[in-house]
DNA sequence: TCACGGCAGAGTGTCGACAGTTTGTGAAAA
DNA sequence: TTTTCACAAACTGTCGACACTCTGCCGTGA
């Protein structure tokens, strides 16, 4: 029933980093992978209690595998498991979600200049591409567009950054962001902003410019920190 | 048996900000720390595959939790776990100690630069007693000494950024790396090399400089690297 | 009426067992 | 002698069951 869900390929995006990591191969991550698009789509709230025997009988297996899935999500931050007490999906507060912001900002900078100093020139190219989509995108007026448009980017500038580490932290933490970036996006004038700064990200990267990269990334991302904590919502 | 080791005062600092995130309270969470530590202490080399049947004999349990405690080491990269196959105990190759060392050194730059936002002035001389410890250590041409209070300051810093998940993220990080760095402070003039960024940071706390704390910091942290680097040990 | 204590239901943590897969060994063939 | 194939041992992933713990309800006593 959720394997459309998880099929698909914008979800599958956020699982990409992530998928070498795992240990059990199939049944649980299987199941990790599920409820965890449940969880940051919005269709599992935060508080929630998750039943480890009646996930198991939804899934047709064993409570062991479930409990190892369990295990991952905690990982991810999505859960919290609290000894001999039911798993819950974690909470969404606003002071958590401006650590995790803060966080990115920093990596997402060091991603930034990294790259400047290690991707061709033709990997940039590949990036301003994106950014065509982008503008595309925000023309039209098309936010879900653009929001996966933007995981995309992100995601390119991550792998171009050439740190593994970097870029499987990265989509962690993305993982967990996901659960209230569309929030900071569906903002109005938001997109606007947010493209804007893309411009002056790939313009930077065009012209090699690493401290100049790293710091409009790092505002870039906490501008989508402070959209969302004006907007209230959370 | 490994209850002295993992109950050691020093050992326990790695794990301080790890403890809360644990699902299973007790005996996965015990095999875990106790493997960690002989993982990070370099009793367990890179490359050696760990057999779930035999830790279980080793600690009278089924494997059940055996597994669970192999899932933990894998959530902190001490373990590899490929799918139907035995896990083993992850390599520490060089291009990788380079990307663990890049991140650490970017979020220890964020942490100096929220901790003079934050910290009150107290908590910074607090700072400055551990700096005393360090100089006394360097003094006494103490290693050990100098490299435990270091993890001491290191710890502090992070606390004093009063961002939560900023910790336990270097928690984690730290865990990988001390797997080398011991490796780091035992080259010939590199305490004392140290122990003058450490001055400088210190300073730059007094003076609330943000941007020069965050700079010292991440340069403190890259020169751990080039040490290792140029040791050629790796 | 309200507080306290005990009891039943629900759920987690752990266990031992089983099936399927992988690995290593040894015999057979080239 | 070297290579290939097949078999056996070892190990992982999964399962169903059991004991202990927690939670909520109900009855008892004040």
Redesign the interface.
């Known amino acids: 029933m959720l394997a459309a869900d998880v099929g698909d390929l914008r979800t599958e995006m956020l699982f990409t980093a992530l998928r070498g ?1 795992d ?4 049944l649980a991550f299987t199941i990790f992978q599920e409820l965890a698009v449940n969880i940051v789509e919005g269709r599992l709230l935060p508080g929630h209690e998750v039943n480890s025997a009646e996930l198991a009988r939804r899934f047709n297996t064993s409570r ?1 595998p479930v ?2 899935a ?3 999500l ?2 991810e931050d999505l859960v919290i ?1 609290p ?2 007490r039911r ?1 819950y999906v974690s909470p969404v507060a606003l002071p ?1 979600v401006r ?2 912001y ?2 990115r900002a ?2 997402y ?2 991603v930034s200049q ?1 790259l400047v100093e290690r991707a061709t020139d033709e990997e940039i190219h590949g990036l301003a591409e994106w950014q065509a989509l982008l503008v595309e995108d925000a023309r039209l007026g098309d936010v879900d567009g653009y929001f996966w448009h933007n995981v995309g980017f992100r995601n390119a500038e991550a792998s171009l950054s050439k ?4 870029q499987r ?1 990265l989509s962690s933490l993305g993982l967990q962001m996901h659960r209230f970036r569309h929030l900071s996006l569906s903002l109005p004038g938001r997109l606007l902003h947010s493209l804007a700064d893309h411009e002056r990200l790939v313009r930077a990267y065009a012209d090699r410019d690493a401290a100049l990269a790293a710091a409009v990334s790092r505002s870039l991302v906490l501008r989508g920190y402070h959209a969302i904590e004006r907007s209230g919502r959370v």
């Open positions: 990591t240990g059990s191969s199939s062991t409990r190892e369990l295990l991952l905690e990982r498991i000894p001999r798993p958590q650590e995790i803060e966080i920093s990596l900078g060091l990294l740190n593994g580490e970097l932290r």
